[in-house]
């Protein structure tokens, strides 16, 4: 059976977990509990050498990068997994395409910016966020909230029209990552609050539900981060992210 290595923390992970449960594709569950450092093990190590999580192990074929696991996915059950995932159509496909390509410098690196002020700055530096960080954060986060509402949604009921697709799935898990810090992201705009609502109906609300579980309860996860060992070398990386 197709192994998956994840930690429901992280936002690829659980694009590549919800994908893979509401596509039927069965797999082996592999907790890497990065808090714990888990990733920086020798074991990990052999799996994947970048250390990081998603990772997909299909026999002895090793793939990294949620988007890549999930068009891996979709391609291999083609024959079983809806085509509005990852459309055949080559203009519909490069809407998707066009998504993923944008959102990982944008939403993703706003989103996740905003998490990690929130939830490490003090434990990494020893003191707050400067409220100018942090203002300019959630104003590079708006940015990209807007043009994911004005350019992708327009008055579409998804990304790429009707139906739901790899692109809105991507999308969600990323804004739900702030929004898990404590960040009213959905607030005071109802676009973006329905396409969610959509999203977890058409995903099915206690998938959505498990998949965030995690990340919407995370008051323990600074202590959690401080108890382990790997915590001094996951420290130096984050320093160099806060200069």
Not at 156 to 161: A, H, Q, T, V
């Amino acid at each position: 059976m197709m192994e998956l290595y994840l930690d429901l923390y992280s936002q690829p992970c659980r694009s590549v977990f919800m994908f893979a449960k509401v596509a039927g594709i069965p797999f082996e569950f592999k907790q890497v509990d990065l808090a714990a450092g888990q990733h920086y093990s020798d074991e990990f190590g052999e799996i994947n050498s970048l250390r990081k999580v998603p990772v997909m192990k299909d026999g002895n074929f090793i793939l990294t990068k949620g988007d890549s696991c999930l068009r891996y996915l979709v391609q291999k059950h083609s024959s079983t997994v809806a085509d509005h995932w990852y459309p055949a159509d080559l203009q519909q496909r490069a809407r998707v395409n066009e998504y993923l390509a944008w959102q990982h410098m944008n939403l993703r690196a706003h989103g996740s910016k905003i998490f990690l002020f929130k939830m490490l700055f003090s434990i990494v530096t020893g003191s707050e966020v400067p409220k100018e960080k942090m203002d300019t954060a959630v104003e590079d986060l708006n940015q990209a909230l807007d043009i994911l509402e004005e350019k992708f949604l327009q008055s579409k009921p998804f990304i790429i029209g009707d139906k739901i697709s790899l692109a809105d799935l991507v999308a969600v898990v990323e804004i739900m990552q702030p929004v898990g810090s404590g960040l009213d992201v959905f607030g005071g705009r109802p676009k973006l609050s329905a396409w969610r609502d959509r999203l977890r109906k058409e995903l099915g609300e206690k998938l959505f539900d498990e998949a965030h579980e995690l990340i919407m309860n995370m008051s323990g996860l600074p202590q959690k981060l401080q108890n382990n060992s790997a915590f001094d070398m996951m420290k130096l990386k984050f320093q160099k992210m806060f200069i």
